[in-house]
């Protein structure tokens, strides 16, 4: 997971890289920088987490795997270049597979600090 994070924050970044440098697409284009970078660091420091608390609230803010997904859905809908559209799908893809293990692994480590 650590290489999955790492791996779709420079997707995102080299993605963003790609789009033209104008007004209609800067904020969004930073706004995904920022929160896709997060779900890479988040998850890195969550792995030296000092307790189970402290690793499930780093976990929660992998999530914003979510918020880079909203950006990256603005992105698609804004597009005018057709050859960006397969990337943009993928990464949608990978955001939300990354997504869903990050709320499972929250799921997990509540269960078991109950136990």
Avoid: H, W
């Avoid at 993605?15 to 988040?42: D, H, M, T, W």
């Avoid at 804004?78 to 799921?107: M, Y």
């Amino acid at each position: 997971m650590k290489a999955r994070t790492k791996k779709f924050t420079i997707d995102c970044a080299t993605l963003c890289a790609k789009f033209p440098n104008s007004r209609e697409f800067n904020v969004y284009i930073n706004q995904l920088i920022r929160c896709s970078s997060s779900v890479g660091a988040n998850y890195r420091a969550s792995q030296r987490a000092k307790s189970t608390a402290d690793f499930i609230n780093k976990l929660k803010i992998v999530e914003e795997a979510d918020e880079s997904n909203f950006f990256l859905e603005i992105l698609l809908e804004l597009n005018k270049i057709t050859e960006l559209k397969e990337a943009i799908e993928s990464l949608l893809k990978e955001g939300n597979e990354i997504l869903a293990i990050i709320v499972a692994s929250i799921k997990t480590a509540r269960n078991n600090q109950k136990k």
